[in-house]
């Protein structure tokens, strides 16, 4: 089993960065592609950013593209997600999840093709 625990989630106001991080155990990361996740009060959960098991290929939801970045540490076992320029529309739970590499090209973007995911960390964005 692979286990992920996001970290570094907090309240913070517009226009301020955070990092998140996604610390994964039990199995490497090196043979799965991440995606971070986000879920707001009464909604769906949403994706944000996903990389490639080499880390050769990011993807980025739009309301996010240019304001966050996505990264990997296959040697640390852990993913990150920068993020700047926070609006209060960031505000949400943030989760990290892992799919089986072959199946990322399909489902890189789609929370049901994930086969592992953590608990979440809260964000909230303050006007």
């Known amino acids: 089993q692979l286990r992920l625990v996001e970290s570094g989630g907090g309240l913070i106001q517009a226009g301020d960065s955070l990092r998140l991080s996604c610390a994964a155990s039990g199995r490497a990361i090196k043979d799965y592609g991440m995606g971070w996740f986000r879920q707001a009060p009464g909604k769906e959960r949403d994706f944000v950013a996903a990389i490639s098991y080499t880390g050769g290929h990011t993807a980025y939801a739009d309301s996010v593209k240019g304001r966050f970045t996505i990264s990997r540490d296959n040697a640390e076992n852990t993913v990150y997600l920068a993020m700047t320029r926070l609006k209060p529309e960031d505000t949400a739970s943030y989760y990290c999840?892992?799919?089986?590499?072959?199946?990322?090209?399909?489902?890189?973007?789609?929370?049901?093709?994930?086969?592992?995911w953590g608990q979440g960390t809260q964000v909230t964005v303050s006007a």
């Open positions: 999840a892992a799919i089986f590499a072959p199946n990322y090209s399909t489902g890189y973007n789609r929370p049901p093709a994930y086969n592992y």
